[in-house]
């Protein structure tokens, strides 16, 4: 049984909007990052994969964080994969500051694909042959929920370019959720308040499509659905301050 | 007199694009983001400033990237001051890789600037306060070139927000470069060939404002001109390939 893998970051003043705390994308990269080096490290990232023609995409996240820590400040994210299904890896994170107070968490879960079908590939002999990988520790927090129904009340659109897409040829998930975060009021962004996001990804959304944006406004709460070319949904999110 | 000071980077996945390799805003993010870490560590970062209300902003930039590594690739970022004008600091970098082959190098130049009246402060004093921060070594290349006349044969709008605004609430460089690099072909942004990239800051674009981004393609190189509400031009760069 293995243990929980810590990775060191600090809040750069790239991270930061102008209230010099680390935006939501930053942290929320900084984890997607260190699942992608934790992965690496273990001979099952997204490299590895690579050389049988499949890959990992995310297809559910939940982030939480109780405050958003200042430029410069030290933090350790800590992550572990706490179980494989047939279809869906779940790998968790906690966020600590130098004194080891957590400030934030997070819950992903992740498909394999293969890479020219783009369809999902049967996970079960990953969890045969990395069994000695999973960390018997439950998820942080409740694991990412469904958003059902969302009914726009703003829509914004998007033609898909060079600096939205990732190394899967699809839209990189920070950028979803940039496109997201720049439909509310700068005021509800930068208030200080916990926050928790959950985002789940229903289909790729590549280079040259238009998406469009639409946003649900509920309180202190937004909802948002993404698609694109005028189909079904693609991403579904909401974003909650406390 | 000081010496060069060096900082470690590693291509992260989210750090590259398709064809797996650093892109260029991703390589010019960690050379500013280096910037930004020495002038903290030496004591006139935008943190110390802005106690007086000044802050530095970044006036011009040249950046050259004879190859852009591959995701996973170590490499080193060293900087140093060379000279102090009355207006303008220069701030030079190259990039190492782990063997100690340069594969990058870049000039900056610097304004500070009052955050109130949002105009360039008199140099003189920094260079006087911090003459022991100045390395005797010339720039790695030609300093920023200036570009004179765009005549756009194409243009896009863009209405900036919240994720496009730094600490100093303007818009961010690497957020004006993609800009630009997402007007031209993919085939041309991912080829594997030297590139240099100029870029000047006449004004500050803002929060709420459109931005028209026009672009004059010319063989292997780009010429770009930014404007805000219709304005004059705000930012302009060149984009070069061997």
Sequence with gaps: ????????????????????RAT????????????????????????????????WVLSRMAVEFDCQPTQYTDYTVATWISDYGRVLSTRNFTLTDAAGREFG??????????????SAIDLSWVGDAHADAIVDAAPPTDKPRKIRAVSPTATAE?????????????????RYIEMMLDMLPVDMLTQ???VRLDI??????????TLTVGCELRGRSALFEISADGAAAAVRAS???K
Tied chains: 1, 2.
């Design 1 to 20: 049984m293995a243990e929980k893998s810590r990775y060191n970051y600090r809040v750069e003043p790239q991270d930061v909007d102008f209230t010099l």
């Design 24 to 55: 939501i994308p930053s942290l929320g990269g900084s984890i997607l990052n260190t699942a992608g080096i934790d992965a690496h490290g273990k001979g099952f990232g997204v490299d590895a994969l690579n050389a049988d023609n499949h890959s």
């Design 105 to 118: 968490r997070a819950v992903t879960q992740w498909a394999m694909i293969d890479l020219q079908s783009r």
């Design 158 to 174: 998007h033609r898909v370019v060079y600096s939205d897409i990732d190394f899967n040829r699809h839209v990189n998930t920070m």
């Design 192 to 194: 200080e308040a916990p």
């Design 200 to 209: 789940h990804f229903l289909k790729e959304c590549r280079f040259g499509q």
């Design 239 to 241: 974003i909650e301050w």
